[in-house]
Nanobody, 117 residues
Framework: QVQLVESGGGLVQPGGSLRLSCSAS????????MGWYRQAPGKQRELVAT???????NYADSVKGRFTIARDNAQNTVRLQMNSLKPEDTAVYYC???????????WGQGTQVTVSS
């Protein structure tokens, strides 16, 4: 079983920045993909950003140009730098990873991000 531990959420004013971090407990093998999803109240969970072990990234249109995802393959950690935050970015952010293109996805417990003045 793989555990993901997230940190870095909190309350920030519109236009501010936050950085989320996530560490996977299994480090003997580099994760194939790591990423972040979010879920706002009353809405479905949605993709924020993902990064493959070769460095390829994918972002939701709503965060392009504002969020940056990065990872450390050796440590199986992933970070999400969030700039120019908007109230609509308010959600619980979940870290996820998989060790194979067809393998199961593991999920963190979620960290709350609130953007409000």
């Amino acid at each position: 079983q793989v555990q993901l531990v997230e940190s870095g959420g909190g309350l920030v004013q519109p236009g501010g920045s936050l950085r989320l971090s996530c560490s996977a407990s299994r480090t003997s093998v580099s994760a194939y993909a790591m990423g972040w999803y979010r879920q706002a109240p009353g809405k479905q969970r949605e993709l924020v950003a993902t990064i493959i072990s070769d460095g390829r990234t994918n972002y939701a249109d709503s965060v392009k140009g504002r969020f940056t995802i990065a990872r450390d393959n050796a440590q199986n950690t992933v970070r999400l730098q969030m700039n120019s935050l908007k109230p609509e970015d308010t959600a619980v952010y979940y870290c996820t990873c998989t060790y194979s293109p067809v393998g199961r996805y593991y999920w963190g417990q979620g960290t709350q991000v609130t953007v409000s003045s």
